[in-house]
């Protein structure tokens, strides 16, 4: 009974933050209108934001509550187009929440690029370089089946042609994974302005990592590497 209302109490503090969230989706130039998504999972419901809602409109009762299996259980809205995209995520991996953006940066990377190269140590948080998968529909199964599979190996992937993906714990450090993936592209973009950029190796990553872990800093995917 005490874990029951824990975990109401959770969904709907996890409602209120999607809806903060989705506000700073536009404001932070990662998505625009209504396009992009995000969601939190709490036990077996995942609290994730509706679709064709303006960010800008959208109150905690258009976020929609959904089971792992796809039944909507609250949110007076329709779900996000993709859904199965989030909720593969969650039955694949230990994660509680995504945020999938459609960043201008990432988009015009996912064009020319197969992945975003290590410019900066700090990408460590994702691995050693973010692969870009090729294009598939929105909301296809073909896209949430391809998404899911990279995903169960990485913590971020960059989708042609549409966008980004981000997993993670909190709903607030997936978010800075986020802005952080954003901040590397731009990065790596003003570097080929100057000329051939210099990619951390392997190796070199593979001493970050290790100073990380001699830091006590936690997981990798949890590191705190923005010293
Ligand atoms: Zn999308």
Same mark, same amino acid.
């Given at each position: 009974?005490?874990?029951?209302?824990?975990?109401?109490? @959770?969904?709907?503090? /996890?409602?209120?933050? *999607?809806?903060?969230?989705?506000? #700073? *989706?536009?404001?932070?130039?990662?998505?625009?209108? %209504? =396009?992009?998504?995000?969601?939190?999972?709490?036990?077996?419901?995942?609290?994730?934001?509706?679709? =064709?809602?303006?960010?800008?409109? %959208?109150? $905690?009762?258009?976020?929609? $509550?959904?089971?792992?299996?796809?039944e909507? !259980?609250?949110?007076?809205?329709?779900?996000?187009?993709?859904?199965?995209? &989030?909720?593969?995520?969650y039955?694949?991996?230990?994660?509680?929440?995504v945020?999938?953006?459609?960043?201008?940066?990432?988009?015009?990377? =996912? *064009?020319?690029?197969?992945?975003?190269?290590?410019?900066?140590?700090? +990408?460590?948080?994702?691995? &050693?370089? !973010?692969?870009?998968?090729?294009?598939t529909?929105?909301?296809?199964?073909g896209?949430?089946?391809?998404? !899911?599979? $990279?995903?169960?190996? &990485?913590?971020?992937?960059?989708?042609?042609? &549409?966008?980004?993906?981000?997993?993670?714990?909190?709903?607030?450090?997936?978010?800075?994974? @986020?802005?952080?993936?954003?901040? *590397?592209a #731009?990065?790596?973009?003003?570097?080929?302005?100057?000329?051939?950029?210099? +990619?951390?190796?392997?190796?070199e990553?593979?001493?970050?990592?290790?100073?990380?872990?001699?830091?006590?800093?936690?997981?990798?995917?949890? /590191?705190? !590497?923005? =010293?």
């Amino acid at each position: 009974m005490g874990q029951a209302k824990s975990d109401e109490e @959770a969904i709907e503090a /996890a409602r209120r933050d *999607l809806v903060t969230y989705g506000v #700073r *989706l536009l404001t932070d130039r990662l998505a625009l209108g %209504t =396009s992009g998504n995000l969601s939190v999972r709490v036990g077996d419901l995942i609290a994730i934001t509706p679709s =064709s809602i303006s960010y800008l409109e %959208t109150t $905690v009762e258009d976020i929609c $509550v959904m089971t792992l299996d796809g039944e909507q !259980v609250a949110g007076r809205a329709a779900v996000s187009s993709e859904w199965p995209m &989030h909720s593969g995520i969650y039955l694949a991996t230990d994660s509680t929440s995504v945020v999938h953006t459609h960043s201008e940066e990432l988009v015009a990377l =996912s *064009l020319v690029r197969d992945e975003l190269p290590a410019v900066h140590y700090n +990408i460590v948080a994702f691995g &050693h370089t !973010v692969p870009v998968l090729g294009y598939t529909r929105f909301g296809s199964d073909g896209l949430a089946s391809a998404t !899911v599979a $990279v995903m169960q190996d &990485h913590n971020a992937a960059i989708l042609q042609n &549409h966008g980004a993906v981000v997993r993670g714990k909190t709903l607030a450090q997936t978010y800075e994974h @986020a802005l952080l993936l954003e901040w *590397l592209a #731009r990065v790596y973009r003003k570097s080929l302005d100057y000329g051939s950029p210099r +990619i951390l190796s392997d190796s070199e990553l593979g001493e970050v990592e290790d100073e990380i872990r001699r830091r006590r800093y936690g997981g990798l995917t949890n /590191a705190k !590497v923005q =010293s």
